[in-house]
């Protein structure tokens, strides 16, 4: 089988289309998130903490150009961020496994053909044997 072949099989799965879908939702949702923290909350915050603005918080280690600059306080943000999302991914999944769960109590099982009793059965085995 040819290499192209193979990977056309492979990117026309259904598994690996939704996956690309998810991928891109994800990011425009990453997107809003982002705008939701840095221009919605983060201020808010800043303002509560006597007019902080966390993207410029930072601690410099060393003189010069050669100086380190850690930015904690886009670690902050983006801190906030990710904890945003995964809420907002496990509400999702929940929300999901929820609708899940009432479509498998609301499909009933389909009854099996009534069988013969235990009973029935040891009943039918002693008089096989009593012919016998």
């Known amino acids: 089988m040819g290499f192209i072949k193979e990977f056309k099989e492979f990117a026309m799965k259904g598994n690996v289309l939704d996956m690309a879908v998810g991928v891109i939702i994800g990011g425009a949702f990453g997107k809003i998130v982002s705008?939701?923290?840095?221009d919605v909350l983060m201020p808010l915050v800043g303002m509560v903490t006597g007019n902080?603005?966390?993207t410029s918080l930072a601690f410099q280690i060393g003189e010069g150009e050669g100086a380190a600059v850690l930015?904690?306080?886009n670690f902050?943000?983006?801190?906030?961020?990710f904890i945003i999302v995964a809420f907002c991914i496990f509400m999702m999944l929940k929300g999901i496994n929820k609708l899940n769960r009432k479509k498998e109590e609301?499909?009933?099982e389909p009854e099996a053909p009534a069988g013969?009793?235990?009973?029935?059965?040891l009943a039918e085995i002693r008089d096989l044997l009593k012919n016998k």
């Open 71 to 73: 930015k904690y306080g």
């Open 35 to 38: 705008s939701l923290v840095d």
């Open 116 to 121: 013969p009793t235990q009973e029935e059965l």
């Open 52 to 54: 902080v603005d966390f």
């Open 106 to 108: 609301a499909a009933p």
């Open 76 to 81: 902050i943000q983006n801190t906030v961020d």
